[in-house]
């Protein structure tokens, strides 16, 4: 053994591999490596204990009368991307980072923003801000957002929510080569039940639309786009006059605002599309539901063809005063979405006819929305069931 002497090669980078490695003195060159389960270990500190491991292992080798086979000449190591000693805030920003220069929703990105804030909050309140973000596990992340849980006092909900956040920041890790493999893969959501969206019946359904005709008619207009077509919220928002082929009356939807990047052909049916002639359609360039004065609190002026595009919140702001606080009627605007789709199916639409109509990817999707369907399909066999003589 006196002419070979067993070392750890610890590179000063992070691209190049760790590994344990006998040198001959006698001809001066490395004659033999072992690279082995060293560098898929993420811990630096394990890591090196491995290598201790395995160069007392060999030094017992050579010790009793073992000679190595000398190495011949091999390609050079592969790079190793993977950032194994960012602390667990560190590797969050960088995500995040990634995460807000993504396309995505503006409001899947303010999702984004909530959620880092909360989750390093977690974080240091368990005292972990110097730990590795390689360190963690499954195990981790649920006590990290279990703590998240306590400090805003939130429910099951919360929980899922911030558990699928967490998987979105450890896939764009994954993506950009930051880390292996997701730390949070695997990990279950919590069974919760909510209570069922109250949907407007017929008779609420005519009360509301009375009501707004006399106070902003124009808004029954939108309701009818949300009702009829299920929109996205932020494609109505952004609806603009010129999107209406106002020849074979269809929406015609630009890959910028659909929620998909592709674009759409809408239909608008007559009942919507008379509602549209009584609008001053001669500017294309006009949003459709804009505000003719920003900022402004005039009815007169919201929900009509106009040059500035309207906030995201004015009608969930303006349905809440009028339809939950005066007429005490307790249904969210967007139940309109699910009433849309039981109606459909009552009128004799199949299920394949309202996924198409609403551009949903699935039918499971549409049942979602569809929350009757079960209903309708069966009340539609009644008299089909036959007898058990």
């Not at 558990?163 to 695997?186: A, H, P, Q, R």
Request: proline content about 4%; glycine content about 2%; charged content about 35%.
């Amino acid at each position: 053994m006196k002419n070979f002497e067993v070392k750890i090669y610890i590179p000063s980078n992070r691209e190049d591999r760790w590994y344990v490695y006998i040198y001959d003195n006698s001809v001066q060159k490395i004659v033999h490596k072992t690279y082995k389960g060293i560098n898929t270990e993420p811990d630096l500190f394990k890591r090196e204990l491995i290598c201790e491991g395995f160069k007392k292992t060999l030094e017992l080798e050579l010790k009793n009368g073992w000679t190595p086979i000398k190495v011949k000449n091999k390609a050079k190591p592969l790079p190793q991307p993977y950032k194994n000693d960012l602390t667990i805030v560190e590797a969050y920003e960088k995500a995040f980072k990634f995460l807000s220069a993504s396309k995505r929703e503006e409001k899947t990105k303010s999702d984004y923003k909530t959620h880092k804030k909360f989750f390093l909050k977690a974080v240091e309140a368990l005292n972990w801000n110097k730990n590795l973000f390689s360190e963690l596990d499954q195990y981790h992340f649920n006590m990290i957002i279990e703590k998240m849980c306590e400090l805003r006092k939130c429910s099951d909900v919360y929980f899922n929510k911030h558990l699928n956040l967490c998987k979105s920041f450890n896939t764009i890790l994954v993506d950009k080569f930051i880390i292996k493999e997701s730390k949070v893969k695997g990990l279950s959501e919590k069974d919760y039940s909510t209570p069922e969206k109250k949907l407007l019946t017929p008779e609420e359904q005519t009360k509301i639309i009375k009501h707004f005709r006399t106070i902003c008619p124009q808004f029954i207009t939108k309701l009818k786009v949300l009702y009829h077509l299920d929109l996205r919220p932020k494609e109505i928002r952004l609806l603009k006059v010129g999107m209406i082929d106002q020849e074979k009356w269809y929406f015609r939807l630009p890959s910028e605002i659909t929620k998909n990047d592709k674009e759409a052909i809408v239909l608008i049916p007559d009942d919507l599309k008379n509602d549209l002639l009584k609008l001053d359609l001669s500017n294309p360039e006009h949003f459709l539901f804009g505000i003719e004065l920003q900022r402004s609190r005039d009815r007169s002026k919201i929900f009509k063809p106009s040059l500035f595009p309207i906030s995201k919140n004015a009608g969930n702001n303006l349905w809440r005063k009028e339809v939950k606080v005066k007429l005490k009627i307790d249904s969210d605007m967007y139940s309109l979405k699910k009433k849309n789709n039981n109606d459909k199916l009552s009128r004799g639409w199949s299920i394949e006819e309202v996924k198409e109509v609403n551009r949903h990817s699935t039918i499971e999707m549409t049942k979602i929305y569809a929350t009757r369907y079960s209903e309708i399909v069966q009340e539609k066999q009644r008299d089909n069931y036959g007898t058990f003589d």
